[in-house]
């Protein structure tokens, strides 16, 4: 063999080691994009788990105490009922995203060897990934500094010394003015004008207004959105109550309280309220929190007759939205998945692009469902200067209703593929979730584009190596490509940000959609809050990081109030909903049937899944 024949690999070679590249690189890709689903679930089941300790230990107390414990019971159960079914998507993807991490490091060992591993289909981008941090390192640090020092684009509250210092009596110092007074009880710490830290107390006194003050729309988001770390919805609201009755004369029957400055202060304290339930209504499920209102807005009208129309609109767009959203909850709990197993979706709708418009629908519906606190309540640690009681912790499960849905509609993809026995039929259905993908891409719904590219990736139809090779490999790869980890997602990342900047600047509703990766979006705000600290050496609390916070979710607010452009089927929706979804158990044996196992792990896999069906 001549020198050159020693160095130069034929070409046959070279085809062997792309091929394996290119399933490696697929199969890391997939391990990061379920490796995601994994870890944001198991914040989740974390979240119920810390909620059902307090509740035992309430359970514990009432039955010492000889009280009845039998609501707390039914609490309970419906927490259990809750874990268990987040532990089984827990297992779920955790037996996919740990199948796909095995993939990869098979296909690494078999590399050069001359052998091709088939084990996954060839198909996506020739793309040789970056270094990249694992899938539990892939945070938003992007956008994210350790040191939360990033203010560009965030929302601002300028420095109020004229109003606020004035009115109060309390200071606004500057963090570069000599020697500043930080442990001041009133005293707000500003940098360029813009507020970064402050005590609790002043931070609550900044958000009172008076005849003459009123807080910015943007604090009292972040403000809002943020005090829940430190200080109950329903305490909040009781020292805002106080403090207007102390400083500003609320609820006073002296015949002072007839001054036009009471007037205007009692329409400020009414928008305060009326903003307050617009942004947060799921604040006032609680009923000390009602309590509070309708004391506080039966002074203002007290004060001012003028305002009961004001405060009438207020009451009675909070009970609207309170009662879409209990029905909301109800319809979840209540509509079973359907038991026809027979269901295919290109028979009830046959076309991709009309199917991609309802699970904008769907995707639309569910994303406003979801409180902006949710975020924050969902992931918290417990406060150990809070004493946390059941009554306390986040009820609302929209944000976890959200995350399941990604994972229900993953099953029915692959449910939708493994049902046919037919290959013909089975190159078919795939064809038609990529065709459905690429028309969720084009509208900007990235979350069921997601879900549908994890749905072929599952194993079980991943596995089918004669099926995919009637496909063609490039309408697929455009698809894989948004969402590759690499490089913390950088791809998908930029498609986000060319579809935000389309939606800020359309006039045609159906260009405003934007529906983010959810679960990467929540996991990009978890580490955001847990990669910097609450509160500062000083004991300030970290206002700077809650402008970040709230920058990210503000942007998350504008693209659940979008209204779905395109018409609804609601047969279409229900199917998608509530349609049959196979077991991971079902779904592998499935497969089995319709491509038979080829190595012997497949084997093995297959044998005790047909025992294991004897035996039930």
């Known amino acids: 063999m001549s020198p050159i024949e020693n160095v130069v690999p034929t070409l046959a070679d070279e085809a062997t080691d ?9 199969q890391d890709r997939t391990r990061d994009l379920f490796g995601i689903q994994l870890e944001v ?3 989740l089941l974390e979240a119920e788990r810390r909620k059902l300790a307090v509740l035992q230990k309430e359970l514990q107390i009432a039955l010492a105490e000889g009280g009845s414990i039998k609501a707390k019971e039914h609490q309970k159960q419906e927490l259990l009922v809750a874990i268990t079914r987040i532990q089984a998507q827990y297992d779920h993807l955790e037996k996919e995203y740990r199948e796909h991490a095995i993939g990869a490091l098979l296909s690494a060992n078999t590399r050069g060897s001359g052998k091709s591993n088939r084990s996954q289909p060839a198909i996506g981008l020739k793309h040789t990934p970056k270094s990249r941090p694992t899938i539990f390192g892939t945070v938003a640090s992007d956008h994210t500094p350790k040191d939360c020092s990033n203010r560009r684009s965030l929302p601002q509250t300028p420095q109020t010394g004229k109003n606020f210092s004035s009115i109060y009596n309390g200071e606004a110092v500057s963090e570069n003015a000599a020697n500043p007074d930080l442990q001041h009880d009133n005293a707000l710490v500003y940098r360029d004008g813009n507020l970064i830290s402050g005590p609790l107390e002043a931070l609550i006194q ?55 400055g009471l007037f205007r202060f009692a329409e400020h304290l009414v928008q305060l309220l009326a903003e307050w339930t617009e942004t947060f209504p799921y604040d006032f499920r609680d009923e000390r929190v009602m309590q509070h209102v309708r004391t506080i807005t039966q002074q203002c009208c007290s004060l001012s007759s003028s305002l009961r129309a004001n405060v009438s609109s207020l009451l009675h767009n909070l009970l609207q939205r309170l009662t879409a959203l209990e029905a909301y909850e109800k319809y979840l709990e209540d509509t079973p998945l359907s038991s026809d197993e027979n269901i295919d979706i290109t028979e ?73 026995l037919k290959k013909k039929q089975r190159v078919r259905v795939v064809e038609y979730w990529i065709e459905t993908g690429r028309e969720c891409f084009n509208i900007g719904n990235f979350n069921s584009l997601m879900a549908i590219i994890a749905g072929l990736n599952m194993s079980p139809v991943s596995r089918l190596k004669k099926t995919w090779h009637k496909i063609q490999s490039g309408k697929f790869a455009i698809l894989e490509h948004q969402m590759d980890p690499s490089s913390n997602f950088s791809s998908y990342r930029s498609t986000l940000k060319a579809a935000m900047w389309r939606s800020a600047g359309a006039t045609d ?108």
Request: aromatic fraction near 10%; glycine fraction near 4%; include cysteine.
């Open 18 to 26: 792309a091929k394996n590249l290119e399933i490696r690189n697929k």
């Open 41 to 43: 679930t198991s914040l």
């Open 206 to 260: 900044h958000m009172v207004p008076t005849d003459v003050y009123y807080p910015d729309r943007a604090y009292l988001f972040a403000f809002l959105l943020s005090s829940r770390l430190f200080i109950k919805p329903h305490d909040l609201l009781a020292k805002i109550r106080s403090l207007c009755e102390t400083q500003q004369g609320l609820g006073s029957t002296t015949s002072g309280a007839t001054q036009p």
């Open 348 to 420: 009830i709708c046959p076309k991709p692009e009309i199917l991609a418009q309802q699970l904008t629908h769907v995707e639309l519906e569910r994303l406003s469902y979801i409180g902006p606190e949710e975020f924050v309540q969902a992931f918290a640690k417990e406060n150990p200067h809070i004493e946390t009681s059941f009554k306390d912790m986040k009820k609302t499960r929209n944000l976890e209703q959200y995350v399941q849905w990604f994972n229900k509609l993953s099953y029915f993809v692959a449910t939708q593929v493994i049902r046919h």
């Open 509 to 616: 509703q159906r260009q405003r959609i934007v529906i983010p990766f959810f679960s990467l979006l929540v996991k990009d705000l978890y580490f955001l809050n847990q990669g910097c600290s609450n509160k500062l050496p000083n004991g300030h609390i970290n206002f700077e990081k809650f402008w970040q916070l709230a920058k990210q979710v503000t942007e998350f607010m504008a693209w659940k109030q979008v209204t779905c452009p395109f018409e609804k089927d609601p047969k279409i929706i229900a199917t998608l909903q509530h349609g049959p979804v196979l077991s991971e158990n079902a779904l592998a044996l499935a497969s089995f049937e319709c491509e038979p196992p080829e190595n012997n792990q497949e084997k093995e896999r297959c044998k005790s899944l047909k025992a294991e069906g004897t035996t039930a």
